[in-house]
């Protein structure tokens, strides 16, 4: 009955979303208050009735209802409790649920902290997200409909895919949907603002705390998966260019742009067009993420899908919303007006180098990804483009932006000094060097590019406090009245210098592990050692195991170093039972920010078994950085200047006029 209630709840939330696309259009064209409000209410009732369904499909995960299609084929009774929760979105029909239930969860953030915009916008913006909440809506229902019951019910499920069953599934889908979905809020309020004509800083000031909120969840998404992948699959990489990791990494980009080009047009009211066009990009990206790993077009772990007649659906979605938004874009961008003039060496000036280098950068990262199915297409021929592309072609185009990022908040608005910007840095990079030298003396043996590599790493990390130093004047004034200014300093600029020393920090892991990484393939018995890392591993023998739902045969290592044991540490290979299928738990030792990473290959036939040892220094500065970033948004999200449209607050006291720091 509890499954029928949550089809039910999914059909009513279809029809709503129906009425909240229509509705508020009537009544933002007529002026007519009581019309526009509907789309609030029914924003609202959607969300509800879709969190009904949600709640049905995972009561039926919970109980093992395999009279629910899709639980019988994603699920299993000895499965873990916090994997059958998980297993809810682990499959095409329930992350599709689940998309469609951050969907209008965002709406519904709209409605309530919405409440100071005008009254035209939020009815049109929450139009816009009605528009695609029916799109998806009807997808869910016509071709990918999670509550098909089966008659008879089977005793017992399929199971999940192994390598889904991990806690690392249970994190990342989530995020990751918060950032893809929370930029549909941005391109309503793209959509809204053509539509209506209004294009002002008002508008930037609406649409960047959203704008930001979804670029942290995202990064927060494509970091955990990144996480996953490296310690799950047993292949020891953290990223390896695959199609479906590009398509997160795309909006992701692009959504970076979007950021910046709003805090222009915030400002400075320049940049409008663009920012506008930023913002349909950005959800474009997303919705081209979404066809890529639904569709069935590629193979990989990430994609679930391989019905054409749901990628057909998905590409109509496509069409209509991305083509429609790039009509309409056509349409108005005329008749907008283009902004404030600035000079070429200003913040302005930077942030639009900023934008010049992302969006080239998501464009290569575009054609290497679809370049290969266009060509299959055409010719049928099949190439593969792989990570020595990316890594040149991106590579050489970040190098620039890096170096240049420190430099941004050090200019003024509409005119800077790029010479006097330079010389406040000069610390910051003369810090990189020192430490890219004091790195070389204890690690010899790199390409002399790492060292330059590590070198703008420690300069982006140091050059990115540099704003919060100079305006505080730490070292010019008494230590009270620095403390006062550095305490006075608004939210965001503190958040704008964590990000931006996040990605210095996760530029020194990446640079690191790449040059002085270990890697020994050795076939091992018991008693047989081997080197890594300056550690020595003493294979110890093997044990048989059993899980709630596998059989597993571990492997023992103890690690030793200079002939003192340290620790130890357990791989294992696994083979769950329902499905029969093997898994590779890899083995992982943290020393600091580095790692020991063991991974079991085949066994021979001699007793042996093949070990891949790595050693990955400073391989945790890549997340580590990372979470630098979400915490730079998560502070910049706490500004209240970036609170949607938060009138300033009366103070009781009044207060000496001090002049406010530029940003």
């Not at 004047?473 to 008494?478: E, H, M, N, R």
Request: proline fraction near 5%; aromatic fraction near 12%; charged fraction near 10%.
């Amino acid at each position: 009955m509890i499954i029928e209630i949550g089809h039910y709840a999914l059909v009513l939330a279809l029809a709503t979303a129906i009425i909240q696309s229509i509705l508020p259009v009537i009544g933002a064209l007529r002026q007519d208050g009581a019309t526009m409000s509907v789309g609030s209410t029914a924003a609202l009732a959607t969300f509800l009735l879709v969190a009904v369904s949600f709640g049905a499909l995972t009561y039926g995960y919970v109980v093992s209802d395999f009279s629910v299609s899709n639980v019988w084929e994603n699920s299993h009774s000895m499965k873990p409790m916090i994997y059958k929760v998980s297993g809810v979105w682990g499959n095409h029909e329930g992350s599709m649920l689940l998309w469609l239930l951050i969907l209008t969860f965002f709406s519904a953030l709209v409605v309530v902290f919405g409440r100071n915009l005008p009254e035209q916008l939020k009815a049109l913006v929450l139009a816009v997200q009605a528009w695609i909440a029916t799109a998806f809506g009807l997808f869910i229902l016509l071709t990918s409909n999670p509550f098909i019951r089966l008659a008879p019910a089977p005793g017992e499920g399929r199971d999940l895919n192994p390598v889904l069953q991990d806690i690392g599934l249970a994190i990342h889908p989530p995020l990751l949907y918060l950032g893809y979905v929370g930029f549909s809020v941005c391109f309503s309020f793209a959509v809204a603002a053509l539509i209506e004509g209004r294009l002002d800083a008002a508008w930037a000031r609406w649409v960047r705390p959203w704008t930001l909120a979804a670029w942290a969840f995202l990064t927060a998404g494509i970091s955990m998966g990144s996480y996953w992948a490296y310690y799950e699959l047993g292949w020891g990489g953290w990223w390896f260019w695959d199609p479906v990791e590009n398509a997160s990494f795309m909006p992701w980009l692009a959504g970076t742009a979007l950021l910046h080009s709003a805090l222009v047009m915030e400002k400075r009211e320049a940049l409008k067009i663009w920012t506008v066009l930023l913002a349909i990009i950005t959800f474009s990206l997303s919705l081209l993420g979404t066809f890529l790993v639904r569709s069935g077009v590629l193979t990989s772990v990430h994609a679930f899908a391989t019905d054409p007649a749901r990628g057909v659906f998905i590409l109509v979605i496509l069409c209509i919303f991305i083509g429609g938004a790039f009509a309409l874009f056509a349409l108005r961008a005329t008749r907008l007006k283009a902004g404030g003039l600035f000079a070429p060496i200003s913040r302005e000036g930077a942030l639009v180098f900023n934008n010049l280098i992302l969006t080239t950068a998501t464009a290569t990262v575009l054609t290497g990804t679809l370049y290969p199915l266009v060509l299959e297409g055409l010719t049928g021929e099949k190439i593969s483009v792989g990570a020595p592309f990316f890594n040149i072609t991106f590579g050489l185009l970040m190098l620039p932006l890096l170096f240049a990022v420190p430099f941004g908040p050090l200019l003024a608005w509409k005119r800077g000094d790029l010479l006097a910007a330079g010389q406040r840095l000069f610390a910051a990079a003369g810090i990189g060097i020192v430490a890219a030298l004091v790195w070389a003396y204890v690690e010899t043996g790199a390409p002399v590019l790492a060292y330059a590599g590590l070198a703008l790493g420690f300069y982006l990390f140091i050059g990115s406090f540099a704003d919060l130093w100079l305006r505080s004047g730490i070292g010019k004034v008494a230590p009270a009245v620095a403390w006062r200014r550095f305490s006075g300093l608004p939210r965001s600029a503190f958040g704008t210098a964590l990000a931006h020393a996040g990605l210095g920090v996760t530029l020194i892991g990446i640079v690191a592990v790449t040059a002085f990484e270990e890697e020994v393939v050795v076939e091992m018995k018991p008693g047989v050692t081997a080197q890594a890392g300056g550690y020595t591993l003493t294979f110890d023998g093997m044990r048989d195991g059993q899980g709630p739902n596998y059989t597993e045969q571990s492997a023992h290592f103890t690690v030793s170093k200079g002939g003192v044991q340290v620790t130890d540490i357990w791989s294992s290979k696994r083979l769950f039972t329902a499905r029969r299928m093997p898994t590779t738990e890899a083995g992982i030792r943290t020393f600091g920010l580095s790692q020991l990473y063991v991974s079991l290959g085949d066994p021979m036939a001699d007793g042996g078994i093949v070990v891949r040892i790595w050693w990955k220094p400073f391989v945790l500065c890549i997340w580590g950085g990372t979470l630098l970033m979400m915490a730079g948004g998560a502070v910049s999200l706490t500004d209240r200047r970036l609170r949607v449209g938060a009138p300033a607050k009366a103070r009781r006291h009044a207060k000496a006029a001090t002049p406010e720091p530029a940003e």
